[in-house]
């Protein structure tokens, strides 16, 4: 599976930015899809998740209420809604996927496809 994350950007505070991620290559919908992001010298830590089906989601209890992740099978996408954007959101956001079940507890060597990050800046 090949993921390309785009839609990062530089925001204000409380504004509001959505990150996409086109999958390509093996059967997209046989994966869970998640969200994980990392600021420099710390670890790379989980945003949130969806399964497959899109049935079920998890979140990290410093995003939840602000940001929805979904996604379209029918266009191979995932999708980060991100709302009331905080200064400490500032990170580099990485799209996984891993044909297991991701949570909120899976660390991130255990993801089996990564794709490069986008960069989310938010200014206060």
């Known amino acids: 599976v090949q993921l390309q994350a785009s839609g990062g950007g530089l925001v204000q505070a409380g504004g509001s930015l959505r990150l996409s991620c086109a999958a390509s290559?093996?059967?997209?919908?046989?994966?869970?899809m998640g969200w994980f992001r990392q600021v420099p010298g710390k670890e790379r830590e989980f945003v949130a998740a969806?399964?497959?089906?899109?049935?079920?989601?998890v979140y990290a209890d410093s995003v939840k209420g602000r940001f929805t992740i979904s996604r379209d099978n029918a266009k191979n996408t995932v999708y980060l809604q991100m709302n009331s954007l905080k200064p400490e959101d500032t990170a580099v956001y990485y799209c996984?996927?891993?044909?297991?079940?991701?949570?909120?507890?899976?660390?991130?060597?255990?993801?089996?496809?990564w794709g490069k990050g986008t960069q989310v800046t938010v200014s206060s």
């Open positions: 996984a996927a891993d044909g297991g079940v991701i949570t909120a507890g899976t660390v991130p060597s255990a993801i089996q496809y």
């Open positions: 290559g093996r059967t997209f919908i046989s994966y869970d």
């Open positions: 969806i399964s497959w089906s899109g049935g079920s989601t």
